[in-house]
């Protein structure tokens, strides 16, 4: 009765226009402040608590780097190279907006960051090419999710925290998983570009190609510097989205010159407001996962699957329907800090390995961040478009049946996701 009301408050504040984050926390709160002994005053603290996780740090700084890159040159070069090598083919645009993605991904961490970068250049650019406005925003959006796939990723350092488990090997499940997506999404765009015959970019010559290539080697550095200074032991993601930060800079304003002083004003506005509205879910999320946590649903659902006797695969298909559920209402943070403590034991019972489950978990994350009404992706999308919420949501339904594919095929597949921790690691 508890929970149906806490979603009914939630619905009509929702269908109010009252914003995500706020709605989540009104209807917890009222909820909690009817049913438990928790006081304004602890649900305020556990709020700004949730906030203080050090791996949350990395958020700022990597979405700061994308407004950055943005405003600085580096994500223009970069798609302005991707789109001399691709722009030609059908669907080019769309295309490019994966590519740029996949590899933005390998700098950010943060698949709102990711989406935030690419798509304030890419948006404009396949609205005015003759793609649906519709289908660009989805794409972006889910196009974004794979900043928390391929590697470095928040939400792989969070896992790795409360497994125990070796980030670096969790880094490295994710590449190859990270590849399959972005080249299904690819292939996809390509299959609909051909089908609806959208427009395509004259060819570019190879000198031209060359040209813009080396114009984006700089910026093309910035994730292999990242990646080889985290696997090298140098420094920690959270470090390394610093460093990042400080790279992005000097790139921007002493080697391609398009980031002045004056812009920083800018910079540190657009990445406050974004990095202010992903907080404020995390914080509402977690008020949330308060009143989860008292009336035991996360424990209820772990405790149903035990007593359920579920081989591996059955346990999969459960986990996967708990997070995709989850998902919808809660941010990743929330999501791996309460469910991984209940799970573990049961993983090593059934033999499952830990990076693989990591992956599949991870891409559940990834649908969360571009399922309704919590889906964070969704709503950066639609500040960027100036659009509304349910048209953002619209375009996005094919990508999620994409990634349900892709899902299943890692759940499957387990050495998708360990043939390079193995190799390399073992």
């Excluded at 914003?19 to 556990?46: C, E, G, H, K, N």
């Excluded at 990711?114 to 989805?138: C, F, N, Q, V």
């Excluded at 990270?178 to 999404?185: K, Y």
Aim: hydrophobic content about 60%.
């Amino acid at each position: 009765m508890e929970t149906v009301l806490l979603f009914s408050i939630f619905i009509v504040l929702f269908l109010l226009n009252v914003p995500i984050a706020i709605s989540l926390a009104i209807a917890a709160i009222t909820i909690l402040a009817l049913t438990s002994d928790f006081s304004l005053y602890m649900i305020v603290q556990r709020m700004f608590a949730s906030l203080l996780s050090p791996p949350l740090l990395a958020i700022p700084a990597f979405v700061f780097a994308g407004v950055a890159m943005s405003r600085g040159g580096i994500a223009k070069y970069l798609i302005e190279a991707l789109r001399s090598w691709f722009g030609h083919l059908p669907g080019g645009l769309a295309v490019v907006t994966i590519m740029a993605c996949a590899i933005f991904a390998a700098i950010s961490g943060s698949s709102p960051a990711t989406a935030a970068a690419i798509g304030a250049i890419m948006l404009p650019a396949m609205i005015e090419g003759g793609y649906p406005k519709r289908y660009a925003m989805g794409l972006v959006a889910a196009s974004g999710t794979l900043g928390i796939l391929i590697p470095p990723s928040v939400t792989m350092v969070i896992y790795g925290v409360v497994t125990e488990e070796n980030i670096g090997k969790l880094f490295m499940g994710g590449v190859i998983p990270g590849i399959i997506l972005a080249s299904i999404l690819i292939i996809s765009a390509v299959l609909i570009a051909k089908r609806k015959n959208y427009g395509r970019l004259p060819k570019a010559s190879w000198d031209e190609r060359w040209r813009k290539s080396l114009k984006a080697l700089p910026g093309a550095f910035l994730p292999v510097f990242i990646l080889g200074s985290i696997y090298m032991g140098i420094v920690t993601p959270t470090e390394a989205a610093v460093l990042s930060v400080f790279y992005t800079i000097i790139v921007s304003m002493f080697v391609y010159r398009e980031l002045k002083l004056r812009d920083m004003r800018e910079v540190f506005r657009n990445s406050i407001n974004i990095s202010s509205m992903i907080f404020l879910i995390i914080a509402a999320a977690m008020v949330f996962a308060m009143y989860l946590t008292v009336n035991q649903v996360p424990m209820e659902a772990a405790r149903w699957i035990a007593e359920n006797n579920l081989n591996k695969y059955m346990f999969f298909l459960a986990t996967n329907l708990m997070f995709f559920i989850m998902g919808t209402f809660l941010e990743a943070v929330a999501i791996t800090l309460i469910t991984m403590p209940i799970l573990l034991p049961m993983l090593n019972v059934l033999g499952i390995d830990l990076i693989h489950f990591a992956v599949v978990m991870t891409v559940n994350m990834e649908l969360a961040m571009i399922t309704p009404p919590v889906g964070l992706n969704l709503f950066v999308v639609t500040a960027m478009a100036k659009s509304r919420l349910e048209e953002v949501i619209k375009g996005v339904l094919p990508f999620i049946l994409i990634m349900i594919l892709v899902l299943l095929l890692l759940v499957y597949v387990p050495d998708l996701s360990l043939y390079i921790p193995r190799v390399l690691m073992d």
